[in-house]
């Protein structure tokens, strides 16, 4: 069982900048497909970022595109989300999801992962 445990979520003024953790109990970290997801209160969770378990590609929601970068330390088994000029309308649970199948496609849909984390809690004020 991989367990992924995400950090760094908290309270930012807009415009602010936060960066989010998600360290992996996964022996194979290098061969997982990473991803990044939030959910508002009373909305859908939605896609935010993925990288591919190459490190080569990497995909945004265009909400957060040019503001959030996702990033991988395979030595750490974590991936990273920085997160910069941030807006209210980013307020949400975050979480991180894995993908241990090594596959060339980069899944945007949370169905495409089957590891996640516990979230955590950005909120950003106006």
């Known amino acids: 069982q991989v367990q992924l445990v995400e950090s760094g979520g908290g309270l930012v003024q807009a415009g602010g900048s936060l960066r989010l953790s998600c360290a992996a109990s996964a022996r194979t970290f290098s061969r997982y497909t990473m991803g990044w997801f939030r959910q508002a209160p009373g909305k859908e969770r939605e896609f935010v970022a993925a990288i591919h378990w190459s490190g080569l590609r990497t995909y945004y929601a265009d909400s957060v595109k040019g503001r959030f970068t996702i990033s991988r330390d395979n030595a750490k088994n974590t991936v990273y989300l920085q997160m910069n000029s941030l807006k209210p309308e980013d307020t949400a649970v975050y979480y991180c999801?894995?993908?241990?199948?090594?596959?060339?496609?980069?899944?945007?849909?949370?169905?495409?992962?089957?590891?996640w984390g516990q979230g955590t809690q950005v909120t950003v004020s106006s």
């Open positions: 999801a894995a993908d241990p199948t090594a596959r060339l496609r980069v899944g945007l849909s949370g169905s495409d992962y089957e590891y």
